[in-house]
């Protein structure tokens, strides 16, 4: 598990800062989905499927959010060469080692939702957030296992 303090001082607060979409709700939703995706960076490769990186982002969900989404927009073109050093769709095996990078993906798929992110200091809305828009109905994330995960990842 890779120390918290870290994660954000050195891969998140940096990444959304060169994404211009830092917030503290932004921090904390990434943190609160990367203890419950990855079990706080433990995994970079989901084990018995196709995720990657430390959100476990799937490619089919990676590949939707630069064609639909990215190249819609000219300005994150820009911001995704310059900041990240992105061409146009680059590899997916790069969640896996570029954890900015990783980290930009899953903002940007939670900036595609209207809904405004959820309070950081609010566990439930927290959990609600990741259930319904990152998981999914479909998704094998349960309540009071993933807010466990998150807690201990706190407390790391």
Not at 6 to 22: G, N
Not at 115 to 136: F, G, H, R, S, V
């Amino acid at each position: 598990m890779l120390n918290i303090a870290q994660l954000r001082e050195f891969i998140i607060k940096p990444a959304l800062h060169d994404l211009v979409m830092y917030s503290p709700e932004a921090e904390e939703l990434l943190v609160f989905t990367c203890a419950v995706e990855s079990n706080g960076c433990s995994y970079i490769k989901q084990e018995s499927g196709p995720a990657l990186g430390i959100y476990q982002m799937e490619p089919r969900t990676y590949n939707d959010i630069w064609q639909n989404y990215v190249v819609k927009k000219g300005s994150l073109i820009l911001t995704m060469i310059s900041n990240f050093h992105a061409s146009f769709m680059p590899d997916e095996q790069r969640l896996m080692y570029d954890w900015r990078f990783a980290t930009a993906m899953a903002r940007l798929f939670y900036a595609r939702i209207p809904e405004p992110l959820p309070n950081p200091k609010d566990i439930d809305a927290l959990w609600c957030y990741y259930k319904i828009y990152y998981n999914t109905k479909l998704g094998a994330a349960q309540k009071a296992e993933s807010i466990k995960k998150y807690s201990t990842y706190l407390g790391s």
